[in-house]
């Protein structure tokens, strides 16, 4: 797919704690996804790999929309310079609305809000209520060991195969655009059950 004029929905940490290596990447990817034409969905905080991603696609001359819950405004720290700031009342609409907008989803290494947020757009998918891309950039390996559990689910007959196969994992920011912009929809199995 082309990503011009199109949103990508990047769901990453908010921890001003990460290795640098993680704050690198998130900025490399908000600088590449604007050279291609993107628009950067996030979550709206100035904080962590998500003020760091606002930043450089900001820097870049592109366009940023967070998406913040009210309640998090202060805790997050709502990035003030945003293309475009939607404030909600609940995660849900976060999580609506950051969908709403996307064209695909990549997932930067993150906490608990990140897998949930991961997993959510991969059951939607699983289930057949979208068909976009999901890929994860595993900085360092970051994501290893989530990846081993789901082999596992697989192996224990939890998770189908082909929904294992719903999730592309990426090593290099380049690698995450190209699989983005090579994507191709494939239909979805009506039985998700073994």
């Avoid at 989803?105 to 998918?125: C, M, S």
Wanted: charged share 20%; hydrophobic share 50%.
């Amino acid at each position: 797919m082309m990503l011009t004029d199109r949103g990508v929905t990047v769901f990453c940490s908010s921890s001003n704690a990460v290795a640098p290596v993680y704050r690198a990447a998130a900025a490399e990817l908000g600088r590449v996804l604007v050279a291609r034409g993107a628009v950067i969905v996030y979550g709206g905080g100035s904080v962590g790999l998500m003020g760091v991603l606002a930043d450089a696609g900001l820097a870049a001359g592109g366009r940023v929309v967070g998406v913040i819950p009210r309640q998090l405004v202060a805790a997050e720290i709502a990035h003030a310079g945003l293309t475009e700031q939607i404030v909600v009342e609940t995660m849900h609409e976060r999580k609506a609305i950051m969908s709403e907008r996307a064209a695909g989803y990549v997932i930067l290494p993150g906490g608990f809000g990140t897998y949930e947020e991961f997993f959510e757009v991969v059951t939607w998918k699983q289930l057949g209520m979208h068909d976009k891309p999901i890929v994860l950039l595993n900085v360092e390996g970051f994501f290893d060991p989530l990846l081993g559990q789901i082999e596992r689910a697989v192996a224990e007959r939890m998770i189908k195969p082909e929904y294992a196969g719903l999730i592309a994992v990426r090593r290099t920011v380049e690698q995450v655009i190209g699989y983005l912009e090579a994507y191709e929809p494939v239909p979805m199995r009506e039985q998700k059950w073994f």
